[in-house]
């Protein structure tokens, strides 16, 4: 499909609009920090959400509403104040790979970063107002992260783009975070990041659309890739690169484009 560069700005920009809507959340992940107001609770419960988000999506939100059960419907409190004795809980949680074991650790990492690293967001900011990139910032933060002994099985879960893994998860979660959407999709609560600097979470069915559409010429899903459809899309939208993973998404998954 050979578009000019207004031809394929018009269409992208249409199935954004049809897309990015309220009516996209309730068969979203994003459903399951939309069920907060805090912004703590907001930030961890999505952080969380997306690490499980592959796969069928009506599991994801089913396995997302039983990880907030047991998180007590409250988050930040329930990491603030959790103990060792609290990690019980967790030890029959499943979504595929991520057992209770990995569950376990990510709350007791997320308690680390809330009471000593300033919380989530001041990870990112930190690293990008220093001038690095998304990626740069992605490392940073997942260094953090393992900071606490763990098993090696959990690195796993958390994307490294320094090996070029296509971080989709954390890109996601990020657009959620930062994008200022005055649909009511995402939340745009980490004001200190610009949405300019987020780059578009790339998975196999955003992967392939991209290559009809022709935003993207290589053949792997990596990060390379990302950085090169990130950059073509920023010549449609600078300030706002990531508004397209609504188009691309919606037309690999709904429209089996």
Not at 124 to 138: D, W
């Amino acid at each position: 499909m050979k578009l000019s560069e207004k031809e394929l700005k018009d269409f992208l920009d249409i199935k954004v609009d049809q897309y990015n809507r309220p009516e996209f959340i309730t068969h979203d992940p994003i459903s399951i920090p939309h069920q907060f107001s805090l912004k703590e609770d907001i930030e961890i419960a999505g952080f969380l959400v997306a690490t499980i988000s592959w796969g069928n999506r009506v599991s994801i939100i089913q396995n997302g509403n039983q990880l907030m059960q047991l998180l007590e419907e409250a988050p930040y409190q329930f990491i603030r104040e959790s103990g060792s004795g609290d990690m019980k809980r967790f030890q029959h949680f499943a979504h595929r790979t991520f057992n209770g074991s990995d569950c376990s650790y990510f709350i007791c990492a997320l308690k680390n970063i809330y009471l000593k690293h300033g919380g989530l967001e001041q990870l990112f900011k930190e690293i990008i107002n220093q001038g690095y990139s998304i990626k740069e910032a992605i490392i940073h933060f997942r260094n953090i992260f393992l900071e606490l002994p763990h098993l090696t099985r959990t690195e796993k879960h958390l994307a490294n783009p320094a090996k070029n893994a296509s971080a989709k998860r954390m890109n996601m979660f990020l657009r959620w975070m930062v994008r200022i959407d005055n649909r009511g999709v995402d939340f745009g609560i980490w004001k200190t990041i610009s949405p300019s600097a987020l780059f578009c979470p790339l998975d196999i069915h955003v992967g392939n659309v991209c290559r009809k559409l022709g935003l993207l010429e290589r053949n792997s899903n990596d990060w390379k890739s990302v950085e090169k459809l990130t950059s073509k899309l920023r010549t449609l939208d600078p300030d706002d690169p990531a508004k397209y993973d609504f188009a691309l998404f919606g037309l690999g998954i709904y429209e089996n484009f």
